[in-house]
């Protein structure tokens, strides 16, 4: 992991939301340890990191398709959280959902700051 072109993704990422972005963590899976982040919570990386495995545990327990590349949770307070999948990695981020159109978030920010993530990742 190049931890220079991950920050690198975390800078991008804020770019893109402006003030929608309120946090975002970086953490390994299995372990909930942030690697790299703006506004770091480690406490919801850590909760997180159950929730996942939680949701992971319960679709292939309910003959669910599993999970793929995110999942998104729509919270009070014009709040959303959205945390994204890779191999050895999540990314969460928490936006306020009236200063971002989700089109824009979900089919151009999130798939180029997926592509700086897994530049980082190869390294």
């Known amino acids: 992991m190049n931890i220079k072109k991950l920050n690198n993704s975390v800078e991008m ?4 939301l402006g003030d929608s972005l309120l946090a975002c963590d970086i953490w ?12 770091t919570q480690p406490k919801a990386t850590a909760l997180f990191e159950q929730v996942t495995a939680f949701l992971k545990k ?12 995110y999942y998104m949770l729509d919270c009070e ?13 999540q990314w969460g981020m928490l936006v306020t959902k009236s200063k971002i159109q989700l089109g824009l978030l979900l089919n151009v ?15």
Not at 112 to 122: D, H, I, S, W
């Open 13 to 16: 990422l804020k770019e893109y």
């Open 28 to 39: 390994m899976t299995n372990t909930g340890q942030s690697i790299a982040g703006y506004n």
């Open 109 to 123: 920010i999130i798939p180029n700051v997926t592509e700086e993530f897994l530049e980082a990742a190869k390294n």
């Open 58 to 69: 319960t679709l292939t327990g309910a003959g669910f398709p599993p999970l793929e590349k």
């Open 77 to 89: 307070g014009d709040s959303l959280i959205l945390v994204l999948q890779f191999e050895k990695y």
